[in-house]
């Protein structure tokens, strides 16, 4: 059974500063997608990325990295120089040839917090 | 753009009544998908639908049921509405799985339903 571990539930930092989004899986596929969402105070989930098993290189968008570590099943989001507009809870999740046809595996959301 | 709709994004209804959630994908994607959401729960699955007609169980689909006629519509019925189903309704769609894994689900901006 695949599994994604958000442990983080609430992160609170003040502008500016970087913040880290842990996200842990765990699948007996070999090949899989990772994904992350955000979730604004609005509702609606926004896809922020997809990686697949293959690649290992960290992406990097604006603000926005992402570290992909198979080795230790982990597929870490970083916001650099936050704002207040990066308030949301986000959610990681996981897909794979073992999961329900064509579903995703999230985790529980991480609630960011960012205090101007 | 991906588009996803939903029929209302605020709902009233009373115990026992039959509910009707609409959702509607302008991007031709195979599959469709019902969750609710609830705070310290996630995402749950209720149903979702590989094809017109076709309907598959999530992890809570007891008290509801899904109706797919047309590829761009995915409904969700509540036969009698109770109280516990009070919560936040997302629709979501994708393309179908590659051979690696399902790919990312795009979602629509949510019912919140209140059952009174």
């Known amino acids: 059974a695949q599994k994604v571990t958000q442990a983080q539930t609430e992160i609170s930092v003040v502008e500016k500063e970087d913040v880290t989004l842990d996200c842990v899986y765990e699948?007996?596929?070999?090949?899989?997608?990772l994904f992350w969402y955000k979730q604004p105070p609005s509702g609606e989930l926004v896809f922020l990325i997809r990686?697949?098993?293959?690649?290992?290189q960290n992406e990097i968008s604006g603000r926005y990295s992402w570290n992909f570590q198979k080795s230790t099943s982990s597929f870490n989001f970083t916001i650099t120089a936050s704002q207040v507009v990066d308030s949301a809870v986000y959610f990681c999740?996981?897909?794979?040839?073992?999961?329900?046809?064509?579903?995703?595996?999230f985790g529980k959301g991480t609630h960011l917090i960012i205090q101007p | 753009d991906v588009k996803v709709t939903q029929s209302s994004r605020y709902l009233v209804k009373r115990t026992g009544e039959k509910v009707f959630l609409e959702c509607v994908q302008d991007m031709d994607h195979e599959n469709m998908f019902w969750y609710r959401q609830d705070p310290g729960l996630g995402l749950r699955l209720i149903y979702f639908s590989y094809d017109v007609k076709m309907k598959e169980k999530g992890d809570i689909p007891e008290g509801y049921s899904v109706s797919r006629e047309k590829k761009e519509r995915f409904s969700l019925i509540l036969e009698s509405a109770s109280t516990n189903q009070t919560s936040m309704y997302l629709c979501?769609?994708?393309?179908?799985?590659?051979?690696?894994?399902?790919?990312?689900?795009?979602f629509g901006p949510g019912t919140r339903l209140t059952v009174t």
């Open positions: 999740a996981l897909s794979g040839t073992g999961g329900g046809a064509d579903g995703l595996t």
């Open positions: 699948t007996r596929d070999t090949t899989y997608y």
């Open positions: 990686r697949n098993s293959f690649d290992e």
């Open positions: 979501a769609s994708s393309s179908r799985a590659s051979p690696y894994g399902a790919y990312e689900q795009y």
